[in-house]
């Protein structure tokens, strides 16, 4: 296995300060990475880029002196902040395609590294629903699993408090000093004292509807496989499993009554191909051959800085990328057709409109141009 050397205090810094600049999403920060090699660097060109890309007034681009403070914070609150690079960050995490930027993790490193498999669902769940988690989260513990969810009452409440002997980890939607939900406090300190809690969110930053799908994709990306337990038609669960899909992962299903809207969700994942699994075993059985193969990460991309290796686009193509754009999300490889440009300079282009606040990106690696 690859091993990535240490960063260096000015380029962590500064990929921190990247991350927390405005109009940089991860897609642009893995890009803008793509592009300058380090972060040093396309911080110094970000008010150039964005200029280039037609915005209107100065990028707003963040304070070292702030991306210290968010350090100091988050080390004062007894967690880590890990940014994509260093030597601690989760491999399943770099592997994803975007890898997320910045990330917060208290408790114990060791648990993201090991095996892990989800379990999700309803936050009204039944009874049964909660039973069901719940004995399936203390049997993967049990084989050695850590247990992955998103702190939620209800299905996530159940699985985290039963396989906190064998280890778990909450992701949260808001900072790691944010307690939510009010009633899951006593849980989440026993999370951080005995599993381990990550979060995409710097501190402080209470928990909005827009961070929830960050939260799952995170959920998700930690595990090798995602358990639905309950779930309505639309829930965050199925954004979970959605991103596990797109991810690589598998997703499993237990069915539920036909008559409760809590498994409709559920029992549509089976219809639609997902296998129906009752137990634990089910899933660890389903997993025995894939954790051997199929389930090897690729190794990441290295993101040990270097010197940049791509062109600027001149006018010409910067014209054709934005003839090829239009209000419809377009695919990266349909833009790189229409224009005729090498693939490195249209996603030059690219990031220049996005950190001018032009484009808007669209799931599948697709992007539109917004109104001026």
């Keep these: 296995m690859r091993v990535a050397a240490a960063l260096p205090a000015a380029e962590r810094l500064a990929r921190l300060r990247l991350a927390r600049s405005e109009n940089i999403g991860p897609v642009t920060f893995r890009d803008l990475l793509d592009h300058f090699g380090n972060a040093v660097a396309a911080l110094d060109a970000l008010p150039e880029l964005a200029a280039r890309g037609g915005a209107k007034r100065n990028i707003v681009i963040a304070r070292q002196a702030d991306a210290e403070a968010e350090i100091a914070k988050t080390e004062k609150l007894g967690a880590h902040l890990l940014v994509l690079g260093d030597e601690a960050y989760p491999a399943r995490l770099a592997a994803l395609d975007p890898p997320p930027p910045v990330i917060s993790l208290k408790g114990d490193p060791a648990l993201a590294a090991r095996k892990s498999i989800a379990i999700v669902g309803s936050r009204n769940a039944s009874a049964a629903g909660r039973r069901i988690a719940g004995d399936m989260a203390q049997a993967f513990a049990s084989e050695g699993f850590t247990v992955v969810s998103g702190l939620a009452r209800g299905i996530d409440t159940a ?88 991810q690589g992962r598998d997703v499993f299903a237990v069915p539920g009554s036909p008559l409760d809207p809590r498994a409709q969700g559920a029992n549509k994942l089976i219809k639609d191909g997902a296998p129906l699994v009752e137990n634990a075993a089910d899933v660890i059985a389903a997993l025995a051959e894939p954790l051997g193969h199929r389930f090897r990460e690729p190794e990441p991309p290295s993101f040990a800085p270097r010197a940049a290796n791509a062109p600027d686009a001149d006018a010409d193509t910067r014209k054709l990328v934005l003839a090829a754009l239009g209000p419809t999300p377009t695919s990266m490889d349909e833009i790189v057709r229409q224009s005729g440009a090498p693939v490195q300079q249209v996603r030059a282009v690219v990031l220049e409109l996005e950190l001018a606040g032009r484009i808007h990106r669209d799931p599948g690696d697709r992007v539109s141009l917004l109104p001026l």
Excluded: C, K, W
């Excluded at 980890?169 to 790691?176: D, E, Q, S, T, Y």
């Excluded at 009010?182 to 004292?193: C, G, H, M, T, V």
């Design 159 to 246: 699985a985290h408090r039963a396989s906190l002997a064998g280890g778990t980890i909450a992701v949260l939607a808001g900072g790691v000093d944010i307690v939510y939900p009010e009633e899951n406090r006593e849980l989440q300190e026993e999370i951080a004292s005995r599993g381990a809690i990550v979060t995409e969110m710097p501190p402080g930053t209470s928990p909005q509807a827009r961070h929830f799908p960050r939260r799952n994709r995170l959920i998700s990306g930690l595990s090798l496989g995602v358990v639905v337990v309950e779930a309505a038609l639309r829930s965050g669960s199925l954004i979970t499993a959605r991103f596990a899909l797109e």
